[in-house]
């Protein structure tokens, strides 16, 4: 069964912790994606990477960087966590551009920060 | 600005009966797709549609892509509990893209 895995289900962070979300997928997908998902306001990109070590800012990136060193490895840094990044976040991916096969999420990880 | 907009926002229906929710737009998708997401879960794919007026029906849920592609319905025939879920719907813009965006869902309540 094709995957993508994030590496945790719950997190509890401190204001102004730098904080590693990490998500792998084993489908050899070429795109992969973040988004944060809260109430009322949909899933709102973050960035996005369409190749090893390339990476393009989504709608809000404010605070947030990201890695792809290796195909299957997307990672999420919150530079400096703040109370309003609270939310629930998604990793996602997808075969090459260009084509309608859609995204294969994670389960997510639900952060916290206190 | 929310390019998709999805209606209704909630419904609670009781099992057995038929819904439609609906997926509008006043841009022009290349594709949309359909997802449910159960709590505490990511969304799962359901359904593609690509053509202008493509139907496509999946056991109970048929789906339509409107003759323009500015909009989409999912409807549920004899609604189950385990069709309980926020329904999203995600739209590509122009063929060489592969963002998406999404809708704010609809989420769906059935009753036993």
């Known amino acids: 069964d094709v995957k993508v895995t994030q590496s945790s289900r719950y997190l509890v962070k401190r204001t102004g912790e730098k904080v590693f979300l990490e998500c792998v997928q084993d489908?050899?997908?070429?795109?992969m994606f973040w988004y944060r998902q809260d109430p009322g306001l949909g899933l709102r990109l973050i960035y996005f990477s369409y190749d090893v070590k390339m990476k393009e800012k989504g709608d809000i990136p404010e605070g947030y960087s990201v890695s792809r060193e290796k195909k299957e490895r997307f990672s999420l840094i919150l530079e400096s966590a703040s109370t309003n990044q609270t939310s629930m976040y998604l990793c996602?991916?997808?075969?090459?551009?260009?084509?309608?096969?859609?995204?294969?999420f994670g389960s997510g990880t639900r952060l916290t920060v206190v | 600005t929310q390019l998709l907009e999805q209606s209704p926002q909630f419904l609670s229906i009781q099992e057995g009966e038929n819904l439609t929710v609906y997926c509008n737009s006043s841009s022009v998708f290349s594709s949309l797709q359909w997802y449910r997401q159960e709590p505490g879960e990511g969304p799962v794919l359901l359904v593609t549609?690509?053509?202008?007026?493509e139907v496509k029906k999946l056991k109970r849920l048929t789906f339509q892509f409107g003759d323009a592609r500015k909009d989409s319905s999912l409807h549920i025939t004899a609604a189950q509990t385990g069709d309980t879920g926020l329904y999203l719907c995600?739209?590509?813009?122009?063929?060489?893209?592969?963002?998406?965006?999404f809708g704010t869902g609809t989420r769906l309540k059935v009753l036993a």
């Open positions: 489908m050899d997908h070429e795109n």
């Open positions: 995600a739209g590509a813009r122009g063929s060489g893209t592969y963002k998406y965006i």
């Open positions: 549609v690509v053509t202008g007026g």
């Open positions: 996602a991916s997808s075969p090459a551009r260009g084509n309608n096969y859609g995204y294969t």
